[in-house]
């Protein structure tokens, strides 16, 4: 089981407002559509934000809403199992 760097969420903790639990089926969607729709290659952390929005659009329909969008480390596995 992975666990939190202690120094980071000390540092987290004066700019973070909240955090948003998404599920793996909606990590792969997102990857899914950032390669379909904008041609990008992301692992799925990177695809976190789109994962919640996919999961709570209601939440965040007709707002602006900025998310990272980062990272690749796919392994060719990985690159046929999610975005094939």
């Known amino acids: ?10 540092d987290m903790q004066d700019t973070v407002d909240e955090v948003v639990r998404v599920g793996e ?20 952390s990177g695809a976190a934000g789109i994962a919640a929005l996919l999961e709570q659009h209601e939440r965040f329909a007709g707002r602006r809403v900025a998310t990272v969008i980062c990272g690749g480390n796919l392994t060719p596995e990985q690159m046929r199992q999610w975005l094939a």
């Open 1 to 10: 089981m992975r666990v939190p760097i202690p120094e980071v969420l000390e």
């Open 25 to 44: 089926a909606s990590l792969v969607q997102g990857m899914q559509l950032l390669h379909g729709h904008a041609g990008l290659v992301v692992e799925s």
